[in-house]
């Protein structure tokens, strides 16, 4: 239910934006608990009529309060955790937001709707409450640290075994091994592209495999042009921690098929 899950989180978010109720009513069970920074003050949003009162709430004094979805992970069968941006001018439900402020929205599931909802102001907090596996850790540093600093700094990351397998637009699907090889692939792509970014949408964890839905953007050095396509990657995790197999797909679907998360 991991993907069915992060689509349920998707939509309530976007019901929240375009304050429609009834849609996020719609995916919540009918015992929702809705937890904010506040709740120790002003207690717990428990129930659909609780809900409502928290819409108003947002128009009455955020009406411009909008959340920013930046990456989401599904957390096992039951829970996802949402990475988002919040933005707005005014005051929501008593808590100052800025105009650009970073959080962690913690959802639990019961029978395929939301159950509990946690928000988080600490993002490093969302995740000790949550307690991420060591390989979502291990995925997201990886995409981080390349985004940041280019491919290098991962390096330390892979098995010296590594099997990375790159579905191209120029070779199709090519197939290295080996850090070096590693190395080589990316040496290969960087002569037809540069600033390359890996922007992960949601994340996965089935097993010792992490998917990784996004979108990879890059500027073509023949022309000049910036672009941007669809990607699903496949990361698998051997027992020392280290990356043994790297599988890129530009149809996200297939991706998906690979770790059984979809038909």
């Known amino acids: 239910m991991s993907r069915e899950n992060v689509e349920v989180v998707v939509r ?37 009529d609780a809900i409502r009162r928290f819409f108003t709430d947002i128009h009455d004094t955020g009406p411009d309060f909008r959340i920013v979805p930046e990456g989401l992970e599904s957390l096992g069968p039951d829970q996802v955790i949402a990475f988002t941006r919040v933005t707005a001018t005014g005051r929501a439900s008593g808590l100052a937001i ?19 909802i946690r928000i988080f102001l600490d993002r490093a907090e969302a995740l000790e409450a949550v307690g991420v596996s060591e390989n979502l850790k291990r995925a997201r540093a990886a995409f981080d640290a390349y985004n940041r600093d280019g491919p290098e700094s991962f390096f330390d990351q892979l098995d010296p075994t590594i099997e990375w397998i790159s579905d191209r637009a120029d070779a199709g699907r090519v197939t290295s091994r080996g850090i ?7 040496r290969e792509q960087f002569e037809a592209v540069s600033n390359l970014q ?23 050095r023949a ?5 941007e396509i669809p990607f699903g ?31």
């Open 12 to 48: 309530a978010i976007t019901a929240v934006n375009e304050r429609d109720i009834d849609d996020y009513l719609a995916c919540c069970t009918e015992d929702i608990q809705l937890r904010t920074p506040l709740s120790a003050v002003e207690g717990v949003y428990e129930g659909p």
């Open 198 to 220: 890996f922007r992960v949408g949601e994340m996965h964890e089935v097993g010792d495999r992490i998917v990784a839905l996004g979108r990879l953007s890059a500027r073509f």
């Open 223 to 227: 022309t000049g042009i910036e672009g």
């Open 233 to 263: 990657i496949v990361l698998t995790f051997g027992p020392n921690g280290k990356l043994v197999r790297y599988e890129s797909f530009r149809d996200t679907s297939q991706a998906l098929r690979t770790v059984g998360l979809s038909n």
């Open 180 to 186: 070096d090889g590693v190395r080589r692939s990316f």
């Open 98 to 116: 800025g105009v650009d402020t970073p959080t962690a929205n913690v959802y639990d599931f019961t029978d395929g709707k939301i159950s509990r």
